[in-house]
């Protein structure tokens, strides 16, 4: 054979490649920040994210299988990607988590430890993997990969629905020690429901007329996946007395599944914030309530739990709304009995409002002072008087005259203590061969968000 012909084979034999020693190059991509998304039903076996730009392609199987490794029970999933695999690291926000490990040139496996790795993951918590390639560009990119128990290989008749979902929902227990149940939906026009199996056999509850609730906790909802190729029998009596049987198995499936170059994973998924409609709707459920699976998902409501009213709702305007204040019955004495014909002072009037619990902009006693001007004209302008605070208000003060005042002690039980920002004013009012004055008091107590306006007068005639 000569050297042409020999050349020939190689070509023919190899296509683009050529004989001897060869570098295979993959092609050079500008860098582009972008972020691919794709999500799966329980009976797909693959689950891909692409990045726009073509750089990078990852796919998972969607099945999650058991071992046992090292003695113990481990959930594995395994991807693929279009590039050679430098390295692969698995993490949760603020914390390693799992084992990712590179099993070939551009295939790798996570391994979730049985218990607190696998309830995590099966709660709604996200998984991130970093991934770092030999080309491309860039050469290290980031996957979110959300995992949760689904039902498939349903068998049996129409009467029977098995939903697909299983979702984690928040029920605390009575102990409160848990709050973390795993429900699924049967719809069947039955007047019974039991569900059979090896093991992970769920508590069931009549919903309504068609429908029962299916509710496992971690340890039968691990015993329902572990193995995934033994199903739950679901015989149900119909309503006109047949007995019907469907089976479906339970596994854990890969269901979500997001790639992005950007070098920042907590910025491209960042952890949601606590839903207004989910915070709204816990509390409006009553006092003693454990099941609050109608809210929404487990860690929608989790984020909820702790929130507080101004973190989640929008802040409102400023709003005075009048409160019932009983004051003791010497601070509404007119005359005051120390007045005299010819001097006289005397309290004659003590309001309370409160502001709004989530105001839009922080509250300030001149804020409280102008509403009430403008709304009521009841009170001078803010900058009419003097703003002070709890100290300066009992020095040369018109209403209380020491820190001890018996006023300012009825005041501060009904709004709460705690640092007060007040403001004090005057006028002087017609008065016909005499000298009469108007003095105003307005107390705001941030700690409560309570107002306390009072108002005085004197007045002499020498």
Same mark, same amino acid.
């Given at each position: 054979m000569n050297l042409r012909d020999f050349a020939l084979v190689c070509a023919l034999a190899l296509g683009a490649t050529a004989c001897g020693n060869t570098v295979l190059e993959e092609p050079q991509v500008v860098p582009v920040e972008e972020t691919g998304v794709s999500t799966a039903a329980a009976t797909a076996t693959r689950i891909y994210a692409y990045e726009p730009t073509g750089t990078h392609q990852l796919s998972f199987e969607t099945l999650g299988t058991f071992e046992t490794r090292n003695g113990r029970r481990v959930l594995v999933i395994r991807g693929t990607t279009n590039r050679y695999l430098k390295d692969v690291f698995?993490?949760?926000?603020?914390?390693?988590?799992?084992?990712?490990?590179?099993?070939s040139e551009r295939r790798f496996e996570v391994v979730l430890e049985e218990g607190h790795e696998l309830n995590t993951m099966l709660s709604g918590m996200p998984l991130f993997v970093s991934i770092d390639t030999f080309t491309g560009s860039p050469t290290r990119y980031y996957a979110q990969i959300v995992l949760a128990p689904r039902f498939f290989d349903f068998r049996g008749p129409n009467s029977i629905t098995?939903?697909?979902n299983v979702d984690p929902v928040y029920v605390r227990n009575a102990a409160g020690t848990d709050n973390l149940m795993y429900r699924g939906r049967v719809d069947s026009a039955a007047t019974s429901l039991t569900v059979t199996?090896?093991?992970?056999?769920?508590?069931?509850?009549?919903?309504?007329?068609?429908?029962?609730? #299916?509710?496992?906790?971690?340890?039968?909802?691990?015993?329902?996946?572990?193995?995934?190729?033994?199903? #739950?029998t679901f015989t149900a009596t119909l309503n006109g007395g047949a007995v019907v049987t469907e089976t479906a198995r339970l596994v854990v499936r890969v269901t979500g599944l997001a790639i992005s170059t950007h070098n920042d994973p907590y910025s491209t998924w960042p952890t949601p914030a606590c839903q207004p409609s989910v915070y709204n709707c816990i509390h409006a459920q009553s006092e003693g309530t454990l099941d609050f699976g109608a809210c929404g998902?487990?860690?929608?409501?989790?984020?909820?739990? #702790?929130?507080?009213?101004?973190?989640?709702?929008?802040?409102?305007?400023?709003?005075?709304t009048e409160i019932a204040f009983p004051p003791p019955g010497h601070a509404r004495q007119t005359p005051d009995s120390g007045a005299s014909a010819t001097t006289w002072y005397g309290l004659v009037g003590i309001d309370a409002y409160s502001t709004p619990e989530c105001p839009a902009t922080p509250v300030t006693i001149q804020a409280v002072v102008d509403h009430l001007h403008g709304t009521t004209q009841t009170v001078p302008p803010s900058d009419w008087g003097e703003v002070t605070d709890r100290a300066g208000m009992v020095v040369d003060n018109y209403f209380f005259g020491s820190s001890s005042s018996p006023l300012l002690a009825v005041i501060d039980a009904f709004a709460g203590g705690g640092p007060i920002q007040a403001w004090f004013a005057w006028e002087e009012l017609?008065?016909?061969n005499c000298h009469s004055y108007a003095e105003y008091g307005a107390l705001y107590y941030p700690n409560s968000g309570k107002v306390i306006m009072l108002k005085s007068y004197h007045g002499y005639d020498w």
């Amino acid at each position: 054979m000569n050297l042409r012909d020999f050349a020939l084979v190689c070509a023919l034999a190899l296509g683009a490649t050529a004989c001897g020693n060869t570098v295979l190059e993959e092609p050079q991509v500008v860098p582009v920040e972008e972020t691919g998304v794709s999500t799966a039903a329980a009976t797909a076996t693959r689950i891909y994210a692409y990045e726009p730009t073509g750089t990078h392609q990852l796919s998972f199987e969607t099945l999650g299988t058991f071992e046992t490794r090292n003695g113990r029970r481990v959930l594995v999933i395994r991807g693929t990607t279009n590039r050679y695999l430098k390295d692969v690291f698995s993490f949760v926000p603020d914390d390693a988590f799992g084992t990712a490990s590179i099993i070939s040139e551009r295939r790798f496996e996570v391994v979730l430890e049985e218990g607190h790795e696998l309830n995590t993951m099966l709660s709604g918590m996200p998984l991130f993997v970093s991934i770092d390639t030999f080309t491309g560009s860039p050469t290290r990119y980031y996957a979110q990969i959300v995992l949760a128990p689904r039902f498939f290989d349903f068998r049996g008749p129409n009467s029977i629905t098995v939903h697909e979902n299983v979702d984690p929902v928040y029920v605390r227990n009575a102990a409160g020690t848990d709050n973390l149940m795993y429900r699924g939906r049967v719809d069947s026009a039955a007047t019974s429901l039991t569900v059979t199996g090896p093991d992970g056999t769920p508590m069931v509850t009549r919903v309504d007329a068609g429908t029962f609730q #299916l509710d496992w906790r971690y340890p039968a909802v691990y015993q329902a996946v572990d193995p995934h190729t033994d199903p #739950l029998t679901f015989t149900a009596t119909l309503n006109g007395g047949a007995v019907v049987t469907e089976t479906a198995r339970l596994v854990v499936r890969v269901t979500g599944l997001a790639i992005s170059t950007h070098n920042d994973p907590y910025s491209t998924w960042p952890t949601p914030a606590c839903q207004p409609s989910v915070y709204n709707c816990i509390h409006a459920q009553s006092e003693g309530t454990l099941d609050f699976g109608a809210c929404g998902t487990h860690r929608q409501v989790q984020r909820c739990m #702790l929130a507080s009213a101004c973190e989640v709702l929008p802040g409102q305007p400023l709003s005075l709304t009048e409160i019932a204040f009983p004051p003791p019955g010497h601070a509404r004495q007119t005359p005051d009995s120390g007045a005299s014909a010819t001097t006289w002072y005397g309290l004659v009037g003590i309001d309370a409002y409160s502001t709004p619990e989530c105001p839009a902009t922080p509250v300030t006693i001149q804020a409280v002072v102008d509403h009430l001007h403008g709304t009521t004209q009841t009170v001078p302008p803010s900058d009419w008087g003097e703003v002070t605070d709890r100290a300066g208000m009992v020095v040369d003060n018109y209403f209380f005259g020491s820190s001890s005042s018996p006023l300012l002690a009825v005041i501060d039980a009904f709004a709460g203590g705690g640092p007060i920002q007040a403001w004090f004013a005057w006028e002087e009012l017609p008065c016909h061969n005499c000298h009469s004055y108007a003095e105003y008091g307005a107390l705001y107590y941030p700690n409560s968000g309570k107002v306390i306006m009072l108002k005085s007068y004197h007045g002499y005639d020498w």
